[in-house]
């Protein structure tokens, strides 16, 4: 593989993430090893994030939700810890004052049609 950090990912079409609902996930590779990387809506705005809870490390989702039912709060599926997703920082729960590992995203034009994509850096890569 080349070197990721001046490649840019695309992730999903613009219309998949809607504010609130299911995440997609993108397999990756960083300094602890493989997990995956993951991508939501929240107010309007496209936010990635390392799938891994601040508490015990072990991914959040369960199939692709990440969201509570009020859609306004990430939280661990295994722990119940909550974190802001505009900001990835730990708002209840066991993971106090942990943070989840920001991922760089945009979300522009492709064509016709919008799109998300990642801008792999800082150590946390694609994986094949």
Same mark, same amino acid.
């Given at each position: 593989?080349?070197?990721?950090?001046?490649?840019?990912?695309?992730?999903?079409?613009?219309? /998949?993430?809607?504010?609130?609902?299911?995440?997609?996930?993108?397999?990756?590779? /960083?300094?602890?090893?493989?997990?995956?990387?993951?991508?939501?809506?929240?107010?309007?705005?496209?936010? +990635?994030?390392?799938?891994? !809870?601040?508490?015990? +490390? *072990?991914?959040?989702?369960?199939?692709?939700?990440?969201?509570?039912?009020?859609? /306004?709060?990430?939280? !661990?599926?295994?722990? +119940?810890?909550?974190?802001?997703?505009?900001?990835?920082?730990? *708002?209840?729960?066991?993971?106090?004052?942990? @943070?989840? @590992?920001?991922?760089?995203?945009?979300?522009? /034009?492709?064509?016709?049609?919008?799109?998300?994509?990642?801008?792999?850096?800082? +150590? *946390?890569?694609?994986?094949?």
């Amino acid at each position: 593989m080349t070197d990721t950090s001046t490649e840019t990912v695309r992730v999903c079409a613009a219309g /998949d993430l809607i504010n609130g609902g299911l995440g997609v996930k993108l397999p990756i590779r /960083d300094r602890l090893g493989d997990t995956t990387a993951f991508f939501i809506r929240f107010q309007d705005r496209v936010y +990635g994030y390392v799938n891994r !809870c601040a508490h015990v +490390g *072990v991914e959040l989702d369960w199939e692709s939700s990440f969201f509570t039912r009020a859609g /306004d709060l990430i939280m !661990c599926a295994r722990h +119940g810890a909550t974190y802001a997703p505009d900001t990835g920082v730990c *708002v209840g729960g066991p993971c106090r004052n942990g @943070k989840l @590992k920001p991922l760089h995203v945009q979300e522009h /034009d492709e064509g016709s049609d919008r799109a998300v994509f990642w801008l792999p850096a800082e +150590g *946390v890569t694609p994986r094949e």
